[in-house]
């Protein structure tokens, strides 16, 4: 998925290589908990480009958090999976 991601996205990426990670791991989190439809990798990559554009690398981590749950809805599509994702975040 890595791999994916940094060919997708390019040398734009502005994501430490930790902060991938996690956000992979979290991304992987969601995948396994959806009840309905797990996200695809374009969801993934959808999430990641948003989290960019909100300079999520420079928010302090309150507000990570904060990017992280609005921007919930692009991995989960229904009520039931928002429901049993939360608590990954």
């Known amino acids: 998925m890595r791999d994916i991601v940094k060919t997708q996205l390019g040398g734009s990426?502005?994501?430490?290589?930790?902060?991938?990670?996690?956000?992979?791991?979290?991304?992987?989190?969601?995948?396994?908990?959806?009840v309905r439809k797990p996200?695809?990798?374009?969801?993934?990559?959808?999430?990641?480009?948003?989290l960019e554009m909100q300079n999520f690398m420079e928010a302090k981590e309150a507000q990570q958090r904060a990017q992280l749950l609005d921007n919930l809805s692009i991995l989960v599509k229904t009520r039931e999976d928002l429901e049993a994702v939360k608590g990954v975040f």
């Open 13 to 34: 990426t502005h994501f430490t290589e930790q902060t991938l990670n996690t956000l992979l791991e979290k991304f992987n989190a969601v995948r396994k908990r959806a």
């Open 39 to 50: 996200p695809a990798t374009a969801e993934l990559l959808a999430w990641l480009r948003i």
